[in-house]
């Protein structure tokens, strides 16, 4: 990895989750941490990172800089930062904020790249998307995907489609919490202890997932095809999700997702 010290503005969720996996990595690498709460500061400080009140101080000691503030905040960094960057390559993780928005609040000619990870990125095992702004070039994607990649996997896409991105792994992993939480539900219903249906759902999401992503090729309809006997019980319940529109539903779920997104950048 090249850059030796990677600044972030905002100490939160996200950035401690992509520090820790940094940590785990990279032996020799200084995290430096902003970040408005003391609290949080303090958190940082006692897990041997550098920690500062003000961004101009992150800036100098920083070779890159992660966005990680809550949406809501950015206008109050970036007066800030585009004062203090010195060339850094800027990385945002903020959902919903444009690359142009980004540009325009700092220095002309900045590399920045746009990022959109998702929760499972705190147990190493993110996907992430990544988008590269004007200026940004093959050696900020690498150095984006040095420090993301070790949190999960990456992919780029162009911006035009990070809220289509978003849609299917940034919310992603609500859908599959929902879906066992409706499989929990509906376990209880026929006579099964939460206890029991938790140790059902639980154990047949992971057991299934992971036997899905060991398979060549991820093939989920042939997976699903082996399992279905002819007038056997998957079918009786397969036949129910297809009555229901199963498919389509997920298609306008992923559509709603899509086209949120895009409201809250035309808002933002
Ligand atoms: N969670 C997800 O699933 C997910 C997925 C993709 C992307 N993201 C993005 O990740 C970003 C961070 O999310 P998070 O869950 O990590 O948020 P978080 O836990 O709230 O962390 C943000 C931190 O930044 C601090 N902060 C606010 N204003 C600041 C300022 N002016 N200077 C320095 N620090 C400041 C916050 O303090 P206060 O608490 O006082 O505001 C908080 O400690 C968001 O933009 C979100 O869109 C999240």
């Known amino acids: 990895m090249e850059a030796q010290n990677i600044g972030f503005i905002g100490g939160g969720n996200m950035a401690s989750a992509i520090i820790g996996g940094l940590e785990k990595a990279y032996q020799d690498i200084g995290i430096h941490v902003c970040d408005a709460v003391e609290l949080v500061r303090d958190k940082h400080k006692n897990l041997n990172r550098q920690t500062y009140a003000d961004i101009t101080n992150l800036c100098q000691h920083s070779d890159v800089i992660v966005l990680a503030v809550k949406p809501q905040n950015f206008g109050d960094i970036m007066a800030e930062l585009a004062a203090a960057l010195n060339g850094q390559l800027v990385i945002s993780i903020l959902a919903g904020v444009t690359i142009k928005q980004i540009e325009a609040a700092l220095p002309d000619q900045v590399h920045v790249v746009r990022t959109m990870p998702n929760t ?148 933002a």
């Open 120 to 267: 499972p990125m705190m147990i190493g095992q993110g996907m992430i998307g990544m988008a590269r702004g004007t200026h940004a070039d093959e050696k900020d994607i690498s150095s984006t995907k040095d420090i993301f990649g070790i949190s999960g996997k990456t992919l780029e896409i162009d911006e035009s489609k990070m809220n289509a991105l978003t849609a299917v792994s940034g919310s992603g992993p609500a859908y599959f919490f929902h879906f066992c939480e409706a499989l929990q539900a509906a376990a209880e219903s026929i006579g099964f202890s939460t206890e029991e249906a938790q140790l059902l759902v639980s154990q047949t999401a992971q057991g299934s997932v992971n036997y899905l992503c060991q398979q060549e090729g991820f093939p989920a309809a042939q997976l699903r095809e082996q399992v279905t006997s002819k007038g056997g019980t998957t079918a009786a319940a397969l036949d129910v999700f297809k009555s229901k529109d199963f498919i389509d539903m997920c298609q306008q779920a992923l559509a709603a997702a899509e086209q949120r997104g895009k409201e809250l950048a035309e808002q």
